[in-house]
């Protein structure tokens, strides 16, 4: 049975902050949120490791697509032309 969590790496919220490199409290709002997978211990949270590899590898994907996409920035310029003229 122990064989079966021997694998199982716990984070603290400050370690998942430093990983991150964001703040506890943001840490904190994604784990309410449900967006980062937990374990509660009292009053005390600790971040499965797989879970923080889960959570960028959904992070970067859409970031990716977001950043590459022109429609964005077409879409203001078109805006401000419209008031322009």
């Known amino acids: 049975m122990n064989s079966r969590f021997a694998n199982i ?3 603290t919220v400050e370690e998942v902050a430093s990983v991150l490199r964001v703040s ?3 840490v904190y709002r ?3 949120s449900g967006e980062l997978e937990s374990v509660h211990f009292g009053r005390s949270f600790r ?3 797989s879970a923080v ?10 970031s990716d697509a977001e950043s ?4 964005n920035a077409a879409g203001s310029e078109g805006g401000a032309g419209a008031r322009g003229g």
């Open 30 to 32: 994604k784990v309410h």
């Open 9 to 11: 790496e716990l984070l």
């Open 24 to 26: 506890k409290m943001t």
């Open 68 to 71: 590459g996409s022109p429609p």
């Open 53 to 62: 590899q889960r959570y960028l590898a959904t992070a970067t994907g859409p």
């Open 47 to 49: 971040v499965p490791a």
